[in-house]
Nanobody, 125 residues
Framework: QVKLVESGGGPVQAGGSLRLSCETS????????MGWFRQAAGKEREFVGT????????YYADSINGRFTIWRDDVQKTLFLRMTSLKPEDTAVYYC??????????????????WGQGAQVTVSS
């Protein structure tokens, strides 16, 4: 059984930083994309960023504007999201997601077939 488990969320002041982790377990040897989405209260889930597992290329939403960084640890089978210069509008539940094969463009949440339970990030002004 494949599982994705996020950790590292919590409260932070505007301008601060957080690092989210997504640990993977189970029989999950192939990943096409692994990335992060977020969903603020009352809003739709939106793409944050992703890494293409084969070559490590990363893609980010325009709204991130260079503030976030995604990387992976192949040994620990963990995906990371480093968030800096956080703003109150970054407040959301952050979800780790994985695409075991190509299901569509990376910015669509329907292109990912495995999801974590989410980690709350709250940025106060």
């Amino acid at each position: 059984q494949v599982k994705l488990v996020e950790s590292g969320g919590g409260p932070v002041q505007a301008g601060g930083s957080l690092r989210l982790s997504c640990e993977t377990s189970g029989d999950f040897n192939f990943r096409y994309y692994m990335g992060w989405f977020r969903q603020a209260a009352g809003k739709e889930r939106e793409f944050v960023g992703t890494i293409r597992w084969g070559d490590g290329r990363t893609y980010y939403a325009d709204s991130i504007n260079g503030r976030f960084t995604i990387w992976r640890d192949d040994v620990q089978k963990t995906l990371f999201l480093r968030m800096t210069s956080l703003k109150p509008e970054d407040t959301a539940v952050y979800y780790c997601a994985a695409a075991s094969y190509y299901l569509g463009e990376y910015w669509y949440h329907s292109s990912y077939d495995y999801w974590g339970q989410g980690a709350q990030v709250t940025v106060s002004s």
